[in-house]
T-cell receptor
Framework: DAGVIQSPRHEVTEMGQEVTLRCKPISGHNSLFWYRQTMMRGLELLIY????????DSGMPEDRFSAKMPNASFSTLKIQPSEPRDSAVYFC?????????????FGPGTRLLVL | QQQVKQSPQSLIVQKGGISIINCAYENTAFDYFPWYQQFPGKGPALLIAIRPDVSEKKEGRFTISFNKSAKQFSLHIMDSQPGDSATYFCAASTRVQGAQKLVFGQGTRLTINP
């Protein structure tokens, strides 16, 4: 399996622009997670989907952030409008199911820089 | 609110030595404790994990020690090798709205000197 696929790998944009990050989970995995990693705050869970349904979005920082999962093989994280403080590495992860001990497999991440 | 505290932030160990990273948690609802390893430019990858009904789990050179009463757990890397140089994250998982939710520590940058 190719693992979790994220695109783009790098994104540089200007403040105020819309940014869309994309994720393809591992085939057969039913749970999908979006994380943000920064030096200051470490790894933070933004939102979690199970069977394409958003379960917990309490980590989404502001209304500028939105996430969708239209089908089992694709998810997007959108930031509109983007701000410099959104600069971070965004990871998508997937797991077989919602059980506590199910391993979360992380993608390579998207490094976002907002100027 | 940081719910998992990890120390040290950075650690330098000589090749062949023992690397020890410690974590402490507050939420007694946490019920699964994985460790993730992250190399530069890569996503975190599961290294080893433990459930709170056991006090120790060993996989090769990696061992988790777990102290439920103290709400602490640690990662020991025996015979540390330069290839172990990476950032290590402890995490704790609980169930929120029927789903797994991982909370990560701040990470430890481990350097193994040859």
């Amino acid at each position: 399996d190719a693992g979790v696929i994220q695109s783009p790998r790098h994104e540089v944009t200007e403040m105020g622009q819309e940014v869309t990050l994309r994720c393809k989970p591992i085939s057969g995995h039913n749970s999908l997670f979006w994380y943000r990693q920064t030096m200051m705050r470490g790894l933070e869970l933004l939102i979690y989907f199970n069977n394409n349904v958003p379960i917990d979005d309490s980590g989404m920082p502001e209304d500028r952030f939105s996430a969708k999962m239209p089908n089992a093989s694709f998810s997007t994280l959108k930031i509109q409008p983007s701000e410099p403080r959104d600069s971070a590495v965004y990871f998508c992860a997937s797991s077989l199911g919602p059980a506590l001990w199910e391993t979360q497999y992380f993608g390579p991440g998207t490094r976002l820089l907002v100027l | 609110q940081q719910q998992v505290k990890q120390s040290p932030q950075s650690l330098i160990v000589q090749k062949g030595g023992i690397s020890i990273i410690n974590c402490a948690y507050e939420n007694t609802a946490f019920d699964y404790f994985p460790w993730y390893q992250q190399f530069p430019g890569k996503g975190p990858a599961l290294l080893i994990a433990i459930r709170p009904d056991v006090s120790e789990k060993k996989e090769g050179r990696f061992t988790i020690s777990f102290n439920k009463s103290a709400k602490q757990f640690s990662l020991h890397i025996m015979d540390s090798q330069p290839g172990d140089s990476a950032t290590y994250f402890c995490a704790a998982s609980t169930r929120v709205q029927g789903a797994q939710k991982l909370v990560f520590g701040q990470g430890t940058r481990l350097t193994i000197n040859p």
